[in-house]
């Protein structure tokens, strides 16, 4: 081409000028078109009009006319000076633009494995978290709620775990600011459910979400990227005159059928039995004046503590701009109603994204959101028995207890706490601000070049308060108990980089490339307070209480300093390479390994774009990519490599005494935990890409896992962190995604993912990692264990063979069985002696269960018709199993709590002596221990929405723009065998080393919502 | 650019501790707070030292199964708690004294600092080479791990460490402490454990009574100069466990327990105590004596009331438990009865005030009775230290025809050890340097419930399975038959 513009020299006899409008499908003029007369620089925008005029122009020139979201277009000017431009919409996914790391990238170049979900995608299901909303939609992301609560966190896996000790989340780009870990400030609570770092985050402001999953596109996040990165991008203001959208949405909460506990009179006969077998007297046989159990009242305390929670959502965008300044400003008020009484979420923000042009050369983005929430809380799933959560306390509470419906006493055990009234009477709030500035600079230095500078921030500052008043049984034995913490971060970013994109005779070469430094101070207090001479000042008093038993206050920093590039290269859209990877250096290693170097590569091939392809009948898009790479992990406290002396107070002479002991000792050998991955993929475009078919497999490896590696005790360290292990994870995630149909079209997309972990390595001793006690008191004995060649997260216990019956023993009552602890009772859980040593003891503890599932997948069904649009999202989960370590409270016999009605017609009596051990029976158990019977499947199908709109057909120079009504409905239909409430839980939330664990979790709530949504 | 180099804000470091005599007194401080890291006591040592007397009960597995034997090496509830926790201290202690000799400071208290970290050194190996037998040995602070996975010292190298520590503990201690230093350790502290250390290895399985005469001549002097080290017996039995009678003279060591001051309380009013027992705490009823034995008690021996709780009124209510008397868990017999020497109503749940005492003054007397009985048989002199420790108590006293023979007379020291110092973790280590483990698994009321033979092996605890998993020079090295 640029041989034969030579020759043919200037010819200015012809060129014309050319002025036209263009319209968007609905025959509106679009304003902002980008029209560009193709191999020149000649171009321009059309004006508020949609109006262009072009000179200069070439009578067989070919005008570009481009247009995000919509199909770029090349007209032929052939001589008219008037030409009418219709744009279509893009529905070919191929072409949409993917936000990567330091840049975009048009997702049919990309030789790395992303998914990408939309503004849209995420709009038919309003969700109040962005985490709730990802749920099932993109394969090989696996995110698991780790409570119900209002605004609860979840844990975000993508493609499997890949660390022991360290964090497994991925991390979020929020705007191109990789967010910080979060946290919380600390309560009172034994599970520690990690905050969900997300909810600061409106879900309405989102545009785009795209998961980097393999190495190559994960690579240049280098030391964070081995769990995968998340990019989230927000909204935009787009060129053209003001918008306004107001939504509002108002959602009824309703509990989902919790299995019945024993009534009072049942409870009251089955406690006499208990009573008589164990040689003491009845309490309720009707005799000298005893009540007759028949006569017992029955209060239902689930049901006493549950609601039906009514939500409300308001939200305000306005948006809009010139060329030269565009704005969308949002405002969001959200309240959530939980179905525990007294639980709530409440968040307020407000966003403010601008993008700026300063100058033909100078453009400025700039961010800022502020949110802050509230919400009152009840820790569910702590299963702390002094002070449980409202589920807990009410499978504890007595259904007989005297006085009727809502005693404050039970004459059978003075330690009753009424459920409700603790739900009631206790102060448990979270409180949360979040503040992001994130200001980014674009100065376009040459052609094709472009240097970029970011400066952000991020403060969190979060409190927790918790107030027992001596109206709670807590707080009567301490008169008056307060929990008052709070945790703050201050993270600060500034990047300077730069984008070089350059085309010549078909080459085509995009390349990234800079520097990043991150700083991060997180400070917490704790405070614990008693003896209050009242209950009216809780936790704004604690100067009141005259026993403070815990203070502390903690700092620590960390910091990332970061070097990275990425080299795209392409010739004809055909043949593809990237490479690309970054030098991190982290404050938390040790000092002669701070810097780690995280390299990859990646090659594809657009089949398609072949010759021999050109005409497939087939075939619209077939593209191969392969990539490799190595990428890290830093996630672990800041000072591992650091001995440190921590304080050890003593008393003497009735005082304190200031006392500093050895508390950790430093590995100055600590690294980085390295993650190698390999991907193969294939995406396919089938019937002019009305059938689109993405599959990839991958296999990753993680080395060098840091992990606090257990010394010999006697050293007097029970632990140190090291570099010690590895695990592997591989999978296969399919998705299809289609179009069918011409009036009523239905666009289904169902995308499936299979991971399968094994640890492989643990050290040279191999040891086994337990996972923490699955209650403080009662059952304190892990239920999980990492151990080599077993799944990650494996559950561990005692096989439980059937029931022990009164045939178990001879005339002279000599077991012919192993016994535990020489637990003989008749209907109690008979345990395997794998060992054979003829006792079962600890060491018979064995593999009882994987809560790994052999699949998830989520399948999302958008159906339109004229102005309607239903929404079918169903997500599931296959093969997973839960400890349901209810069952060791509420269907083991163990009368000091209530039972599962269920429990009291299946137990083992000695009249119905089976060997179901899924409800043994007799006196009370001993072995309160992890086992079999309390392993569950927990796979799942649940019908997560089902959403219905009407789109108000709407005259395009009325004031009113549009307007949407909607009704969705959330978790309809589940369909499990699953015995709990919900298969969905994980009460130990992002701790690597228990998944699959419920206990007395926060229901799950079934919701239905209504809403408007109007645009001015 | 920045350099990447770590600061730590909220601990200290090493590399910038240990320069002044508040640092070297701090790393001192360090190694008592070791003793009273909750659940030390209330959990790891009670269920070590209490549950295998022969009257113990319990309503618990976990406590149970220390009274029946069948714990084993992967027991990591009280075990491997318990090793770990007397390791950390042992590492303080070895930090202290490998620290404190380079700090500019006055000499004599450098010494006295030293001393003191040598006495709970020793006191902390004493403990473990006679629950676990062989033990590592470590003499030097923990700087990295090329110091860790020392293998298993023999008995006898352990006792030469201990006694080498103790009897410069007893050169360098003072005699007495002035009220604001009481309870750090004193010469007679020192005194008191080495006599204990020789008694002990003149019993099973050390066999070795050459220091029995060194044992009576330092209980001679602290029984004779007791004024000097501030030292009595108390006339009134109850006196001694009284809340606001902490340190009295009766006290030869005991762990300072302090409400006001975090994580410095005792759970053990709280976890021994029955349900809303008028000690503190909610009252978790771990367990307690049997009848029978609280029967075996003279009954004008004021002890049996002061140790053990026969009835009670539940807190907050009328409602009166009876030990034993059939009505709620109180009532069944086969929970134990509850321990009454602690007791803290105040207390909420695992802050209790009470002082953990862990040796006494009638122990000098009742050593003096057992060592001269070793030395010179049944004679006047044994009788007399025996019958002082029985009068306090208003219990009978023996005549000489009690006991005609050194073994009929060590049954009466057993015995009287027992409704002595029950509670207060004497048990397990007189049942076994007496040899009496074989008669009381036999005649034990949780081993005959559960079905216990005697097994040699009974006679050390094993060595932690975490121990042995991670110290590859421990390894196949536990204990015989565990």
Not at chain 1, 15 to 25: A, F
Not at chain 2, 168 to 191: M, S, W, Y
Request: hydrophobic share 35%; proline share 5%; aromatic share 10%.
């Amino acid at each position: 081409e640029l041989q034969a513009s030579v020759f043919t020299g200037p010819g200015n006899e012809q060129e014309i000028v050319v002025s036209g409008t263009v319209l968007d499908p609905e025959g509106k003029p679009l304003i902002g078109t980008s029209i560009r007369v193709e191999g020149t620089n000649n171009g321009t925008l059309t004006d508020f009009d949609g109006k262009f005029t072009l000179s200069g122009v070439k009578k067989d020139a070919v005008l570009i006319v481009s247009y995000m979201g919509y199909q770029t277009q090349e007209i032929a000017v052939e001589g008219r000076t008037e030409i009418t431009i219709a744009m279509k919409e893009d529905a070919q996914a191929l072409d949409e633009v993917v936000v990567v790391g330091y840049g975009t990238q048009r997702k049919s170049d990309l030789t790395g494995s992303v998914s990408s979900v939309t503004a849209s995608d995420i709009e038919k299901a309003p969700a109040v978290t962005i985490n709730q909303a990802l749920q099932g939609r993109a394969a090989g992301v696996h995110i698991t709620s780790t409570s119900a609560e209002p605004g609860g966190g979840s844990s975000i896996r993508i493609r499997g775990s890949n660390s022991i000790s360290g964090s497994n989340e991925p991390l979020i780009v929020l705007d191109g600011y990789p967010l910080p870990e979060s946290g919380e400030a600390d309560g009172d609570s034994y599970t520690k459910q990690t905050a969900n770092p997300l909810s600061f985050l409106n879900p309405d402001e989102i545009e785009s979400v795209e998961v980097l999953k393999d190495a190559s596109a994960t690579a240049i996040y280098g030391a964070r990227g081995a769990n995968g990165v998340i990019m989230i991008t927000t909204k935009g203001g787009k060129i053209g005159k003001t918008r306004v959208t107001f939504t509002s949405e108002m959602t009824m909460s309703s509990v989902p059928d919790f299995p019945a506990l024993l009534n009072g009179p049942d409870f009251g006969r089955i406690k006499d039995e208990e009573r008589v077998s164990n040689g003491n007297q009845p309490r309720y046989d009707g005799l000298d004046g005893r009540p007759h159990w028949t006569d017992l009242p029955t209060t239902d305390w689930i049901s006493q503590i549950l609601r039906t929670g009514a939500s409300h959502r308001y939200q305000l965008g306005i948006s809009g701009g010139t060329k030269a300044s565009r704005y969308f400003i949002s405002a969001n008020y959200t309240k959530v109603e939980g179905v525990l009484k007294y639980t709530d979420f409440n968040r307020g923000n407000i966003r403010v994204n601008l993008n700026n042009t300063l100058s033909d050369k100078v453009t400025l983005r700039t961010n800022i959101n502020y949110t802050r929430s509230m919400s009152n809380r009840s820790e569910e799933g702590s299963g702390i028995i002094t002070t449980p959560g409202a589920i807990f306390n009410a499978y504890k509470a007595n259904p007989a207890a005297m006085g009727g419906e809502l005693s404050e006493t039970d004459d059978e055990n003075p330690e009753f706490q009424n459920p409700l009234s603790l739900l009631r009477e206790q102060t448990n709030e979270t409180s949360d601000e979040n503040l992001l500035i994130n200001i980014h600079a674009i100065y376009d230095l040459l052609p094709g070049l472009k240097l970029n500078l970011r400066g952000g921030a991020n403060n969190k500052s979060n409190r927790r308060d918790i107030f027992w008043p001596t109206t709670t049984v807590q707080g009567e034995l301490n008169n008056g108990m307060a929990v008052l913490s709070t945790f703050q971060f201050n993270d600060y970013l500034v990047e300077a980089f730069a984008n070089y994109n350059k085309e010549f005779r078909q080459h085509h070469v995009d390349i990234a490339g800079g520097y990043s430094w991150q700083q991060k101070v997180a400070r917490r207090v704790n405070n614990r307070v008693q003896d209050f001479p009242t209950d009216n000042l809780g936790t704004d008093g604690l100067q009141l209480g005259l026993l403070p038993t815990v203070w502390s206050t903690s700092k620590v920093k960390r910091e990332l300093q970061s070097y990275y590039l990425r080299a795209n290269y392409n010739y004809k859209r055909k043949y593809f390479l990237t490479l690309s990877g970054r030098v991190d250096g982290s404050s938390v290693f040790s000092e002669n390994k701070k810097y780690g170097v995280f390299p990859s590569a990646a090659v594809a091939w657009t089949v398609s774009n072949e010759n021999f392809m050109k005409n497939s009948f087939v075939f619209s898009n077939l593209k191969l990519r392969t990539s490799y790479g190595l990428t890290g992990s830093q996630a672990i406290p800041p000072y591992g490599s650091l001995s440190q002396l921590g304080v050890a107070n003593y008393i003497v002479g009735g005082n304190a005494v200031s006392g500093v002991a050895p508390s950790v000792l430093g590995n100055p050998d600590l690294e980085w935990e390295k993650t190698t991955q390999v991907d193969a993929g294939i995406d396919m475009g089938l019937f002019n890409n009305r059938l689109n078919i993405t599959v990839d497999a991958y296999y990753k490896r993680t080395d060098d896992l840091l992990q606090n590696y257990q010394l010999s005790p006697s050293a007097g360290y029970t632990s140190t962190m090291k570099n010690i292990g590895s695990l592997e994870n591989k999978g296969l995630e399919v998705t299809v995604s289609g179009e069918i149909g011409k009036k009523v079209v239905w666009n289904p997309n169902f995308n499936i993912s299979f991971n399968r972990s094994e640890i492989l390595d643990l050290g040279e001793d191999g040891s086994d990692i337990y996972g923490p006690d699955l209650a403080r008191n009662i059952v304190a004995i892990p239920g999980n264990v990492m151990r080599e060649g077993e799944p990650y997260g494996s559950f561990y216990g005692y096989r439980v063979t059937g029931l022990i019956q009164p045939s178990d023993f001879d005339y002279d009552g000599n077991p012919s069985i192993p016994l535990f602890n020489n637990d003989r009772g008749p209907g109690h859980w008979k345990f395997e002696d794998v060992n054979g040593d003829g006792v079962v003891t600890p060491d018979d503890r064995v593999i009882i269960g994987d809560p790994n599932p052999k699949f998830i997948f989520g399948w999302n069904n958008d159906i339109s018709y004229k102005q309607f649009s239903l929404n079918l999202f169903f997500q599931g989960s296959y093969g997973n199993e839960m400890i349901n370590v209810d069952r060791l409270f509420i269907a083991s016999g163990r009368m000091l709590n209530n039972q599962l009605q269920e429990w009291g017609e299946k137990r083992w009596t000695s009249e119905n002596q089976h060997n179901d051990f899924r409800w043994p029976g007799g006196v009370e158990q001993s072995n309160m221990q992890p086992n079999s019977a309390i392993v569950e499947d927990a796979s799942f199908i649940r019908l997560k929405n089902v959403s219905l709109r009407y789109r108000l057909q709407m005259k395009p120079d009325d004031f009113i723009r549009n307007v949407e009504l909607y009704a969705t409905a959330h978790n309809l239909l589940t369909i499990t065998n699953y015995s709990g409430f919900d298969p969905e839980v994980g009460v130990f939330g992002q701790n690597n080393l228990a998944p699959g664990i419920d206990f007395a979790s926060y229901p799950r709530a079934r919701m239905y919502q209504l809403g408007v949504k109007i645009g001015f | 650019c920045t350099s990447l180099d770590e600061e730590v804000y909220s601990d200290l470091s090493p590399n910038n501790f240990y320069v002044s005599e508040a640092d070297a007194d701090a790393a001192v401080i360090a190694i008592y707070n070791g003793l009273n890291r909750r659940p030390f006591h209330d959990t790891y040592f009670t269920s070590l030292t209490f549950m295998p007397a022969p009257h113990s009960a319990s309503r618990l597995p976990n406590r149970r199964m220390f009274a029946n034997y069948s714990f084993d090496a992967s027991n990591f509830q009280i075990i491997e708690p318990y090793w770990s926790a007397v390791y950390d201290m042992i590492n303080r202690a070895n930090t202290a004294i490998d620290r404190i000799p380079d700090i500019d400071m006055d000499e004599t208290l450098k010494k006295r600092l030293i001393a003191e970290a040598k006495w709970l050194r020793a006191y902390n190996y004493f403990n473990l080479v006679r629950l676990f037998g062989d033990v590592p040995l470590y003499l030097k602070e923990t700087t990295s791990l090329e110091d860790v996975n020392q293998p298993r010292a023999p008995m006898s190298e352990v006792y030469a460490a201990i006694i080498e520590d103790l009897k410069e503990a007893d050169e360098n201690l003072p005699p007495n402490r002035t009220d604001d230093k009481k309870g750090r350790v004193t010469r007679g502290t020192a005194r008191f454990l080495l006599a204990k250390v020789y008694l002990t290895m003149a019993g099973e399985p050390m066999n070795d009574g050459s220091g029995l005469e060194e044992a009576r001549t330092l209980l001679v002097s602290l029984y004779e100069n007791k004024g000097a080290y501030g030292y009595d017996l108390l006339d009134n039995y109850a006196d001694i466990f009284k809340l606001d009678n902490e340190l009295n003279a009766e006290i030869v060591f005991a762990v300072q327990q302090s409400r006001a001051v975090g994580g410095q309380g005792t759970g053990m009013a709280h976890i021994w105590g029955p349900l809303r027992s008028p000690f503190g705490g909610t009252g978790q009823y771990h367990g307690g004596c049997t009848q029978e034995f609280y029967q075996s008690y003279d009954s004008t021996d004021v002890r049996r009331d002061v140790t053990w709780l026969e009835r009670y009124t539940a807190r907050g209510t009328n409602q009166v438990f009876v030990f034993g008397s059939g009505n709620g868990p109180y009532g069944d017999p086969r929970n134990g009865m509850a321990q009454a020497k602690y007791q803290d109503p105040e207390m909420n749940f695992v802050d209790g005030e009470t002082d953990i005492i862990i040796y006494r003054f009638s122990d000098v007397i009742l050593m003096l009775a057992e060592i001269e009985n070793e030395l010179n048989g049944p004679n006047a002199t044994a009788f007399d230290y025996l019958n002082e420790v029985r009068e306090r108590a208003h219990a009978g006293t023996y005549d000489q025809q009690a006991a005609a023979t050194p073994e009929e007379f060590r049954e009466l020291i057993y015995k009287e050890r027992f409704w002595e110092f029950s509670f207060e973790f004497h048990e397990v280590f007189d049942i076994r340097r007496m040899g009496k483990l074989k008669e009381a698994i036999e005649t034990g009321f949780e081993t005959k419930l559960f079905g216990t033979s005697y097994d040699p092996k009974y006679e050390l605890y094993p060595i932690p399975l975490s121990e042995i998993q991670t110290n590859p020079n421990i390894a196949g090295h536990q204990n015989p038959g565990w």
